[in-house]
C-alpha cells in the first residue's frame, strides 16, 4: 500500500524564469493531495495536459523533485514506513516507473540484457535472475524477441519489454505515463491487456496517466481526475466522470451518456450499446462530396527501403478542400509515404508517380521542386514537430519564419493568435504545451501558404479539447482549398476531423473511401459513436443534432 | 566436449584480445618482411572466418586501407628525405639543399635499395600491427568486452557503454532535423543553417540524456553501497600505494641509470597491490552480472595460440636474430621456428566456434517513432 499524505508540489517562482518576467508567482501543482493506493488494481491518471498527472506519478516514483525541481512537501508513506526521501534506485522493490518514451530509458541494446539490467543493480544471484527473465519473457509475451535489438523493435514491443524491464525487480506497483499514447490501436489494446494480466494474476498495483481515456477507462477500477489548481478526485470512473465538469476530458462513450442523461454512466462499449437499444434514430445521410481539384496525386507507387518493400502500388488523390486521414498498424508505411509526398525520399521509389501542385497550378513531382524550397508547395509537420524549432522565443520563430518566406512580417504571429490565442512573445517554444507548441509549428509552415498540407501523429499528447482545436484549425485549411493528409493512429480524431480514410495495410491500400463507410468496415478502426450505435454514426453532437430532430 | 565449441557462439572478448596482442608483440619483434606478411595473412583469415554480422564486424577493412597508407607513406618518405644511405643505387634525384635550420635533413638524393627495403619492411611491421588490432575489433564485441572490466571499474564501464549508444542516436537526431528544417521558411546563411541543425541536435540529445539517467535511476543504478569507513580506508590505501609503486618501478625501468631493484620488483609490486585495491573495491559492490561470458576450452585455446605467437618471436629475435632482422641487402628467409611463430595464430581460427549471424542492421531513420515503421 502506498500512501500520500498532504503532498504538494510547486515550482518555486524564483528558480523558473516567472519572477523575471514579471509573471506571479505559480500556484502549486499538486496542493495537499491525499490518497492511498492499493496493490492489485489499475489506477487511472486522468486530466487536461500540463494539469500535473506526470507531477503525480513522479511523487511516486521518486522521481519528483530529483529530476524536475521543484519543492515537495507532505509525506509518501508505503506500509507505513516514510520513503519521501527515499531516491527512486532505492525504490525499486515498490515501485517500477516507465516513462513517456520507452526507448529513451533503454541502458542496453538487447531485450534480454535489458530485462536483466535492473536485476543486475540490485545484485541479485545469477540463477535468479536466469529465472526472472525468463518468467518475464513469458509474461508480458516477448520471448521470441530475446536476441533482437532494442532499435528495431516497433512501439508496442518496446512498451512491453520496458514493462518487462521494471517488472523484473519484483515492484509491487507499476507506474505508467501515457503507455499507449504512441501505439496504433491494435499495440494499445495489447500492452492494456498485458497490464489487466499483470493486475489480475500478479496482483500488481498498476497506475496509468492516459489521455485516450476511451482506451484506459473500460479497464480502470478507479479514477484519479487531476482537475486543476492542485485539486484530485478520486473514485470509480463512472462517479468521476459523472461529476466532472465539461471542460475536463472525457470519452466519446462518457459524452455520449451525458448527452443522452444514461445513469449509470457506462464506461464500455457492451454496456453502451445494450443502453441504447431503445434509442431511435435515423443516422445522418451521407453526402456525397462534390468532385474537386486534385492537389495530390500518388499513382501505383512503389518504395524500398533496402531489400524491403515499404509502399506497393499505393494510389491516391488528395482533393482540395479536403481532409484525408491515412490509417494503419505501426510499420504500415504512413511516415514514408507523407515524406514522398514531401520530396525527401525516404527510400528508393521503384516505379510509380507522385505529383503534387506546382507553382502554375500544374501538377509536379515533389522531388524536381528544388530541395530547400519545397515547403512552398507541400507543408509538413512531421511526428517529432519541435525539431522545426531552433530559436529562443516564439516572437523569434514567428519573424525568422517571415523573413525566410518574404511574407508580412507578423503573418505567422496572426496565423498563430488564430489557432491558439494568447501564447506570450517570450515564451521558449521548449515550455509551451504541446498543443501550443504543434500551432507554432503549424503557423511557421502555414505561413508559406502551401497548396498541401501533411501531419505526422499530430495529436501525440493532446487532450481532447486541444484536438477540437485541431480539427477545427484543419477544417479552416480546407475551406481555403487546401488539401490536407494526416497519418494518425486516433479513431477519434479521424472520426472528428477527417473527410476520407485511406488504411494502410503492410504497404498497400487496403480501403479508401469516405470515413463514414471506412470506420464501420473495420472495427479496430471504428470510434466509439460507431462501435456504439452502428454504421452510419461517428460523434455525439450527430446524435444530439438527430435527437433534437426527432424531438422536433 | 569438442564438439561444443562448433556450435555457434561468440568468443570471449577478452580471448580476442589476447590472442590479437600476442601477435601484434609477434609481429613487433621482428622485421622479416616473409614473416610479417604471414602474420597479417592469419589475422585476414581469421577474420574472415569468425567475424559476425555485427556493425563493427566490418571495421577490418578500414584497417586494411590504413595499413596500406602507412606502407606507401613510409616508403615515400624514405624516398622524399631518405638521402644519404649508402647501398644501391636504384635512381638518381637531384638532391634539394635545405637551409641549416634543419641539418641532418635532406630532400630527394639518391634512392638506394636499402633506403627503399628499410622503409618498406618499416613500413609492413606497423601495418602487421594496425592489423592486428583491427582484427580484434572485428571479431570482438565491444560491449561485451566493457562489460568484462573489474566490478569496481563498473562505472567507468558504464559511462563508456551509455557513450557508444549516443554516437548512433546523436546521427539518428541529426539527419531527423535536417530533414525537418528543410520543411520550414527560415532565414539563410552558413552560422544560422548551423544553427538551425546544432540547437534541435543538442535539446534532444540533453532531453535523451536525462531521460536515460531517470530510467537508469529508477532501475536501481547506482545504489548505496554498503561499505564501512575503514573498508573505504583499506581500498584507498591500497590504490594509492599500488599507483605509486606503478609510477616508480615504470621510471625505473625507462631509466637505465636507477637502481635495478626499484625497477621490474617495484612495478610488479605496486601491480600486484593495485590488483589486491580493485579487489577490494569489488568485492563491496553490490551488483552481479547476468550471463557474463565463459572461459572455456576454446577461449584457452584462442588466447593461448597469442601467446604462442609472442613467445616464439621472442625466442627467434633471441636465437636467430639473422632471421627476425634480416640484412637489407640478401633475401629475407623463414626458419621453422619463425615459420611456426607466424603460423600458430591461425590455431584461434580453427579453435574459435563459428559467429552467431543473424544480427538486424541498423536500418535509415526518418523519424524518432519511424523506427516502428522499420521494424514491422
Redesign the interface.
Known sequence: MIELRGVTVGYDPRAAGAARAGRPAAPPVLDAVDLVLEEGELVLVAGRTGVGKSTLLGVL???VP??TGGRLSGSVLADGVDVTAT??????HL???V?Q?P???????TV??EL???????????TT??RR?EETLDLLGVADLRD??L?????G?QQRVAIG??LA?HPRFLVLDEPTS?LDPTAAEEVLATLTRLVHDVGLGVVVAEHRLERVVPFADRMVLVAGGGAVRVGEPAAVLRDAGDDQPAPPIVELGRALGWSPLPLTVREARRRARGLDLTPPAEVPAPPAAARAEVRRLVVA??ART?LDEVSLTLGAGRTTALMG????????LL?TL?G?S??TRHGGTVRVAGADGGLVDPEDLP??E???RV??????A??????ETVAEECA??D????TTPGACRDLLDAMVPGVPDDRHP?DLSEGQRLAL?LA??L??EPDLLLL??PTRGLDYPAKRVLARVLAQQTAAGRAVLVATHDVEFTALAADTVVVLGDGEVVSDGPVRRVVAESPSFAPQVTKVLGAGWLGVDEVVAARAGAAR | MSTTTRLPRDLHPVAWWVWALGLAAAASLTANPLLLVVVVLVTATTVALRRGDHPWSRAYRVYVWLAVVVVVVRVVLRVLLGGGYDGTVLLRLPEVPLPDVVLGISLLGDVTAENVLGGLYDGLRLAALLLCVGAANALANP?RLLKSVPPALYEVGAVL??AI?VVPQLADSAR??H??????????GRVRSL??LL??VL??AL??S???????????????GDASAAQRRRTGALMVLGLLGVVVGTYAVLDATAPRWLALPMLLGGLAVAVLGLLSAGSR????????DRWRAAEVVVALSGLAAAVLAWLVSREQPLIAYPELVAVPQLSLLALAAGLVGLVAAVAAPPPVLG??????L???????????
Open positions: 516514483s521518486g522521481l530529483r529530476f531516491p527512486p534506485r532505492e525504490r525499486t515501485v517500477g516507473y516513462g518514451d526507448a529513451a530509458g533503454f541502458v542496453t541494446d534480454e540484457e536483466a539490467y535492473g536485476m543486475e543493480q540490485l545484485g541479485l544471484p545469477p535472475m536466469r527473465v533482437r535489438d532499435r528495431t523493435l516497433s512501439g514491443q524491464s521494471v525487480m504512441a527501403r533496402g515499404v498498424r505501426n510499420g504500415a508505411g504512413k511516415s514514408t515524406w514531401q525527401a525516404p527510400g530541395r530547400d519545397r515547403w512552398r507543408g509538413m509537420v512531421p511526428q517529432t519541435a525539431d522545426l524549432l531552433y530559436l525568422a519564419a523573413e525566410g518566406a518574404g521548449r509549428v511557421i509552415v505561413v508559406a505526422d501523429e | 560491449k557503454v551509455v549508444t531527423r532535423v530533414a525537418a528544417q528543410r520543411l520550414r521558411p527560415g532565414p539563410r544553427r538551425r540547437v534541435p535539446e534532444d532531453e535523451r536525462l531521460a536515460l539517467a531517470a530510467g537508469m535511476d529508477v532501475r536501481g543504478y547506482g545504489r548505496r559492490v553490490g551488483r552481479s552480472r547476468y550471463r557474463p544480427a538486424t542492421p541498423a536500418p535509415f526518418v523519424g524518432r517513432r519511424d523506427r516502428e515503421e522499420v521494424a514491422a
